[in-house]
């Protein structure tokens, strides 16, 4: 059965910097869009990064642009996230996703198109 586990949450002051790593089990996501995703207390899950199979193409919500980035290792089958000045604002449960359907493009990012979920780890920057 297919597992995405994430790891390298924590505790961080602002303007810190965390890595994210999600490790893909149970069979090869290589053909997959992955990203990352985040709910915040009270709030919707929404999306955070997205890198396409081929690793050629990214997207980024804007409230992260030029401070994190989506990168993966096919070989590895595991997917990161670098987030660098953080803020409390970026706090929340950061979810490692992968595409229901191979080939996908980032172009159009829906959240539904995600059917493969990890548990979550959780990220508190502090101000």
């Known amino acids: 059965q297919a597992q995405l586990v994430e790891s390298g949450g924590g505790l961080v002051q602002a303007g810190g910097s965390l890595r994210l790593s999600c490790a893909a089990s149970g069979r090869t996501f290589r053909n997959y869009v992955m990203g990352w995703f985040r709910q915040a207390p009270g709030k919707e899950r929404e999306i955070v990064a997205l890198?396409?199979?081929?690793?050629?193409?990214?997207y980024y919500a804007d409230s992260v642009k030029g401070r994190f980035a989506i990168s993966r290792d096919n070989a590895k089958n595991t997917v990161y996230l670098q987030m660098n000045s953080l803020k409390p604002e970026d706090t929340g449960v950061y979810y490692c996703?992968?595409?229901?359907?191979?080939?996908?493009?980032?172009?159009?990012?829906?959240?539904?198109?995600?059917?493969?979920w990890g548990q979550g780890t959780q990220v508190t920057v502090s101000s």
């Open positions: 890198i396409s199979w081929s690793a050629g193409n990214t």
């Open positions: 996703a992968a595409e229901t359907h191979p080939w996908g493009t980032v172009a159009t990012p829906v959240r539904a198109d995600f059917g493969s």
